[in-house]
């Protein structure tokens, strides 16, 4: 899978069979998604609840959250087996620093992706991570961390 930031709160996930787009507007393939709900498509599967787009496709599991809130234990069940967390931090739109970090803990992704506007270093600092800046980030359910959190941090490409 290759995620690639757009920009603001949208990204671009290609995946074998299908390209998703998530923020403010959500396709999988030509499939326009504008209510909640479960949808699939060419072995790819979204689901849309609550400010949460969760993406499954090639074994991994990919959430977006542009303003994320602390969760309850039900809540957190239903979102289990997260991967790759893609996550607003710094406030204003996105969800504030500390409260995100929270998320995160709570989550447990073996990858996060910050989305932001500013304000991401202190998001990095608190957070602790050595980071890797880059376009695009590809990865398999192979290549997750399997001990470490790791933090990647796109650069939009619009």
Known sequence: ?????????NFTL?????????GQEIMLGELKITTPGE????????EVIDGVTEV???RMTVAWMKKGKIFSDEELEKLDGI???LIGVGGG?????????????????AVVIPMYTE???????AEGQTHESMDQY?????????????????NPSK
């Open 93 to 109: 739109e996105f969800t504030e620093t500390k409260t995100a970090l929270e998320v995160i803990s709570q989550i447990e992704p």
């Open 138 to 154: 590809k990865v398999t359910y192979t290549d997750l961390p399997a001990e470490e959190r790791k933090v990647v941090v796109l």
């Open 56 to 58: 499954l496709s090639e």
């Open 83 to 85: 991967n790759v967390l």
């Open 1 to 9: 899978m290759i995620i690639s930031w757009d920009g603001k709160e």
């Open 39 to 46: 949808y699939e498509s060419g072995g790819v599967q979204v």
């Open 14 to 22: 290609k995946t074998k069979n299908k390209t998703v787009k998530i």
């Open 119 to 125: 304000d991401l270093e202190s998001f990095l600092k």
